[in-house]
């Protein structure tokens, strides 16, 4: 697939996305939740050097959770989670045996059977990396355009004067 057949791909996944509105990465994931009918949890975790990745995306035959690292910025947790939501919505799997024993460590109350079972066989490709970034990339965009703060910026102000805001 060319690049450009992934964006189109990512726009129209996006595009179909009921993104909540004022957005918040907790409305999506609570709305997520709802229309999956499983819930999402999120954790944050010392994940360090642990595995390759910042966040990690764990399905069982009941819920997702995510776990995303605790030791950086909000900003980037947000878009670590948006990144881990964006493999669900693609429904990519992912799995290694060096994952596996960085997940055994980090995940010591799941049992190494378990986690087996949890994950698939197939790695992350490159190019579902690449998927997974830019649905990132194009949910924070749409969330911005879309959900301007409504009491705020020029908005208000235009709404206040033609009086639809008091
Ligand atoms: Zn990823």
């Not at 670590?80 to 997940?103: P, T």
Request: some cysteine; aromatic content about 4%.
């Amino acid at each position: 697939m060319t690049t450009r057949q992934v964006r189109k791909r990512c726009e129209a996944l996006v595009s179909a996305l009921d993104l909540p509105s004022p957005f918040s990465i907790d409305a999506l994931v609570h709305q997520l939740s709802v229309q999956r009918g499983r819930p999402i949890h999120i954790h944050t975790v010392p994940i360090g050097s642990a595995i390759s990745a910042c966040g990690l995306w764990i399905a069982t035959s009941t819920h997702d959770t995510i776990y995303v690292e605790e030791k950086t910025t909000r900003f980037h947790q947000e878009h670590i989670i948006l990144h881990e939501v964006a493999h669900i919505l693609w429904d990519h799997r992912f799995s290694d045996q060096e994952s596996l024993g960085a997940l055994t460590t980090l995940l010591p109350s799941i049992s190494p059977d378990l986690i087996k079972r949890l994950l698939t066989r197939t790695n992350y490709t490159t190019g579902q990396e690449q998927e997974a970034e830019l649905v990132a990339s194009l949910i924070h965009a749409t969330a911005r355009t879309r959900a301007p703060s409504p009491s705020t910026g020029v908005r208000g102000v235009l709404e206040a004067a033609l009086g639809i805001r008091g």
